[in-house]
């Protein structure tokens, strides 16, 4: 049996449980976290020393944490192709746009963009410099428009764990009120993501308690 500790509002939780559930697993998880606490316990400690969410535990073996490294885990131990296929030249060229969606949109989106708006009261917000940070977004968005253009998909023509790390934070970004580049084939990827039960459940939740009026 899975369980998962972490809020459901935390992008990275998110991204696991929408793993999960892709995957056709089911998974107990516990509120922890920002408002819930819980996670400078001794024994939340022992599992992740960081004191962060997501934490996986899977029956009794040792609990994983970091996001990408539980997808990883989930999908090598439950997947198969094309989401993630035992092939390992082709499973590194899926891997390889998953860290990429990590490393250069995520990362770049959340701190700039994401939390300069949610967490910053809006009088003391740097309207400039959140606006420089979606346009320093728009060459890496490039990159992924011509992917999907050329392919329907981040990493090729099939859904695959990749699409993962990159899709959720479609959500957010198209959530916010923000100028955003015109990126067609990635507006189109996002609508079909909404049309996923399980993005749905997982990723289209609101943030409002993150929120700092």
């Known amino acids: 049996m899975l369980t998962v500790w ?6 990275n939780v998110q991204v696991v449980m929408w793993g999960i559930a892709e995957l056709g697993l089911e998974a107990t998880r516990h509120d922890a976290g920002h ?10 400690r022992a599992m992740n020393p960081n004191g962060l969410v997501p934490v996986l535990k899977d029956g009794d073996d040792e609990p994983l944490f970091e996001s990408a490294v539980i997808l990883r885990y989930l999908a090598s131990r439950y997947g198969d192709a094309p989401f993630w296929p035992d ?28 939390w300069q708006i949610v967490r910053v009261p809006e009088a ?11 346009q320093a977004l728009k060459p890496r968005f490039d990159i992924a428009e011509a992917r999907i253009a050329e392919h329907g998909y981040i990493a090729g023509k099939d859904f695959t764990l990749a699409d993962l790390q990159f899709g959720h934070l479609l959500y957010r970004y198209y959530d916010l009120p923000i100028d955003r580049p015109s990126h067609p084939a990635i507006e189109r990827y996002y609508a079909a993501l909404t ?15 993150l929120r700092v009026v």
């Open 6 to 11: 972490g809020r459901r509002n935390s992008s």
């Open 35 to 44: 408002k819930y606490g819980g996670t400078d316990t001794p024994e939340y």
């Open 87 to 114: 092939d390992v030249p082709a499973r590194a060229q899926i891997d390889k746009w998953a860290e990429w969606a990590k490393l250069n949109i995520w990362l770049n989106f959340s701190g700039p963009v994401f």
């Open 124 to 134: 003391d917000r740097n309207a400039a410099a959140i606006a420089a940070a979606v």
């Open 195 to 209: 049309e996923r039960p399980a993005y749905r459940e997982h990723v289209m939740v609101s943030y409002d308690d």
